[in-house]
């Protein structure tokens, strides 16, 4: 990385290029009539359906993807039956949604990853566009920017002071290169014009442990997990991120307060696989719509710091290549490379 001010005006450069950047359009992986064979004919959903969540049991996309498949199943009269396939990134689990039938009977949770991994693996075994449907945007996650009590900050402004007087002295935790709360730090230390070491872990919760231990100084990381460390002093909580304040931690401020136009929120969404027929697609992202505008559903996630949002599928494929290039403009900037 260079610290020239050349250097960080011209990394600067290519995110803001790249959010007015558009993606080509959606195509098919296979020919449409031979993958949606008998999918928009008869009545749909008349078997049960499967949901492949792209991470591991427990995590907050299996929490919001169970969630929302129990509602879903319970409007369509049928049972969604959800399947754990964890790996590289979510690519693994992507994967078997591109290649499914697409009939409408297999969906896939997707996280921020999704938009990340194009930029960041030099071969994909599916094209993001094209193999995929986008169904919906589902929720957003905000992310909070924690220090250990012993680096001496409470705010994003005295940490970027920090960070100037002594440069590289601050060391930044992740859940590895090129994850998203890795990509996060390296925007926040492009736009506020600072030099910070990046510590790359295998996920994120040995991340936040060590930051909780005080080996690592600072770290991007969901409200959920850093919530407890921060309520019994183990962390400090300086700046939540997303343009609002989370009604979890109404207290703390936002990153953007500090350092305007800061965004790093995360976010999940449904996609299908691509040349499912455009009828199946409206209707599951109707009932995904009704399902987090349940009640108790939109309680049970905003109690989480998760923001239920909702989209419609031309909606959500727009927010997909506009990630895709914000996100591949930070990881040229930074020189981010997989493990």
């Not at 803001?16 to 950047?21: F, H, S």
């Amino acid at each position: 990385m260079k610290d020239s001010h050349q250097g960080r005006r011209s990394s600067l450069g290519l995110i803001a290029t790249a959010l007015a950047a558009s993606a080509p359009a959606a195509g098919l992986l296979l020919p449409s009539h031979a993958r949606a064979q008998g999918a928009a004919s008869g009545g749909f959903p008349n078997k049960p359906m499967r949901m492949v969540v792209a991470s591991a049991a427990g995590g907050i996309l299996d929490t919001v993807g169970r969630l929302v498949a129990t509602r879903i199943g319970e409007s369509l009269g049928q049972t969604v039956v959800v399947e754990n396939r964890a790996g590289a990134g979510g690519i693994l689990g992507t994967e078997v949604v591109a290649r499914a039938a697409a009939d409408g009977y297999t969906l896939g949770k997707v996280a921020t990853s999704h938009a990340i991994n194009p930029g960041l693996y030099p071969k994909m075994p599916y094209d993001t566009l094209k193999d995929l449907a986008p169904v919906s945007h589902t929720v957003n996650l905000k992310n909070i920017l924690v220090a250990h009590p012993s680096v001496g900050v409470s705010t994003v402004k005295e940490l970027i002071d920090l960070a100037r007087a002594k440069p590289r002295s601050i060391t930044f935790a992740s859940a590895g290169n090129g994850q998203s709360n890795h990509l996060s730090g390296e925007i926040f230390r492009m736009m506020a014009g600072i030099e910070m070491t990046h510590v790359p872990y295998k996920g994120s919760a040995p991340g936040l442990t060590d930051t909780v231990a005080g080996n690592t100084s600072v770290m991007f990381v969901d409200i959920l997990s850093a919530l407890p460390h921060i309520k019994s002093g183990r962390l400090k909580a300086l700046g939540v991120t997303g343009t609002v304040r989370s009604p979890a931690l109404p207290d703390v401020p936002t990153v953007a307060d500090s350092l305007p136009g800061f965004n790093g929120n995360t976010w999940l969404g449904l996609v299908a696989p691509g040349g499912t027929p455009r009828e199946i697609v409206a209707r599951l992202s109707g009932e995904t719509h009704k399902a987090l505008n349940l009640p108790e559903v939109r309680e049970s996630l905003l109690s989480r710091g998760v923001e239920p949002v909702g989209s419609t599928p031309e909606q959500f494929a727009a927010h997909i290549e506009a990630e895709m290039q914000r996100y591949g403009a930070a990881i040229k900037a930074s020189g981010a490379k997989v493990d």
